[in-house]
């Protein structure tokens, strides 16, 4: 199982830009789906973005096209690039290995201690 650690959160005006980092210790980061969701206050989380180990990017209808996800394999490391960032982003962002079998061994899932991400003038 990896161990998952986000950075990059904090406070931006509307209309800023901030990139989320997520990186991951062990050597079997690149098997991994990966994902990012988020947790307003009082609300479900939701997925924000997912990225498979072939470096596929899928995005959920309900959001605007201002996110990009991405990796590194090399950095074990997945982002999240948020741009025209609105009031309503504001959430605790988290990033997720998704749980697989691969080559006959089972990988769980794994979750970061979340970053907290404030849109506000």
């Known amino acids: 199982q990896v161990q998952l650690v986000e950075s990059g959160g904090g406070l931006v005006q509307p209309g800023g830009s901030l990139r989320l980092s997520c990186t991951a210790s062990?050597?079997?980061?690149?098997?991994?789906?990966m994902c990012w969701y988020r947790q307003a206050p009082g609300k479900q989380r939701e997925l924000v973005a997912s990225?498979?180990?072939?470096?596929?990017?899928n995005y959920p209808d309900s959001m605007s096209g201002r996110f990009t996800i991405s990796r590194d394999n090399a950095k074990n490391t997945v982002y999240l690039q948020m741009n025209s960032l609105k009031p309503e982003d504001t959430a605790v962002y988290y990033c997720?290995?998704?749980?697989?079998?691969?080559?006959?061994?089972?990988?769980?899932?794994?979750w970061g201690q979340g970053t907290q991400v404030t849109v506000s003038s």
């Open positions: 997720n290995a998704e749980a697989l079998w691969y080559r006959g061994y089972y990988y769980p899932a794994s």
């Open positions: 990225i498979t180990n072939s470096a596929s990017t």
């Open positions: 062990g050597s079997s980061f690149s098997i991994y789906p």
